[in-house]
């Protein structure tokens, strides 16, 4: 039976219902197994100082906490920590924050009665520490990086792996999901935060945003065109050589198909050059848009987190329009981020478009090559050379479909990048 005695809870003292073990280990599971939700609308936000210590924080932050004011300031932030989070997680966050970069990150939090949230969180530097703005998760990657996150548990107690080890496990399997960098994941992850937000809001997505979401998909099937290309140059790279070796053999009747091999020989070396720019250019775009996503899509957080703090009733635990005035500039700093980031995603895109035109003119070289070659080859009449050829004729197949796949989305790029520069946000009102 469950007795009454006297505590001291959240700064005060209050009476309390004191529990058996049972008790206690029966509500610890309730608490478990139960989640705290709240409203896709209500954005929270809390400011710390350089050590992660709590210095402010807005309503709804402290409600779901489930911690008084008292108890949360000053604090480290770990107060809210749960123990079911990998360390890898809080690895990356702080290295990013000490390299001064902006942060996204699934966090599964604790409340202060053992319940838990997860929280989609922008973390980013401000003037003496850093910024949490938060939402409630809701996208498809939700499940997907909660799984990651238990399996890597997991693996930290069972190898015993230390935070940095940890956090190269959690890179790597983000990379496996498709994310070759934690920039890539933050971009795509943020975005698809917003738009799922969106929908339950039953508001309209952000058009910049959304723009950024095609942005993103185009960029990953141009990286992967690129990279279907330049597995099938590696696959044909030894047919100008045996092309050579051949024509030797043929001595004087082989004489035409020499000179034929040597010029796809010297185009091969070109192609390669070409090859290995056009894939840091494509990387380079695709870096670019994800970047420029995660930077846009921060800043509408932040420029909401300042309207809603901006209606909330001033709290005695901090000054109140001085924290109002930090979230504004700080959604000024990066709104100004986000419209430079379009900016680098036009000539982004535009270095691309030469590479591709470079690319594009090789390929006219090869089925130039080809076609005098098929020539050759039929009045020579061997069959190795005429294997040698459809090697050649095969590449160029891979070359010629996928250029044409660049191509028809490099358009599609150039007018969403259009779009976003008409869209993007407007910095005169700031
Ligand atoms: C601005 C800011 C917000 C943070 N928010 C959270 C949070 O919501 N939950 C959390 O567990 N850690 C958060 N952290 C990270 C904590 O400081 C800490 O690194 C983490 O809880 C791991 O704690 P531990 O190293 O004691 O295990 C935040 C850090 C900063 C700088």
New binding site residues.
Partial sequence: MPQRVLAWEGGVYCWVFSMTKQDLSSKRQFAHDHEITFDFAELFF???DER?KIRAGNDVFQRISGFHWQELMGK???I???PE?P?AA?RL??DR?HENKPTGAY?K?RASDGRQYW?Y?I?TPIDG????V?MRPSSALLPIVSQEYADLLNVEKSENLSPPQSAQRLLQRLAALGFPTYDTFMGASLTAELASRAGHMQRPPHPAVALYGQLMSASKFLLEAASTIADGYQRHRFVPLNLTVQASRLGDAGKAISTISNNYEELSGQIRLGLDRFIVATERVSRAIHEGAFLLATSEVQDEIAAIFGREMPSPHFNHSAEASLLRQQRNRYRRRAVTTIFDVQQEVRNFAEEVFEIKRLSAGLAAIRVMGKVEAGYLETAVLSDLLADLEAFQDILRRGLDDILGLNDAVKRSVSQLVIEKPVLEEL
């Fill in positions: 809390s400011r710390t992660g480290p932030h770990n809210v920590r749960h989070m360390r809080f966050l702080w924050l966090v939090n929280v969180a973390i520490g850093y910024l949490s938060r």
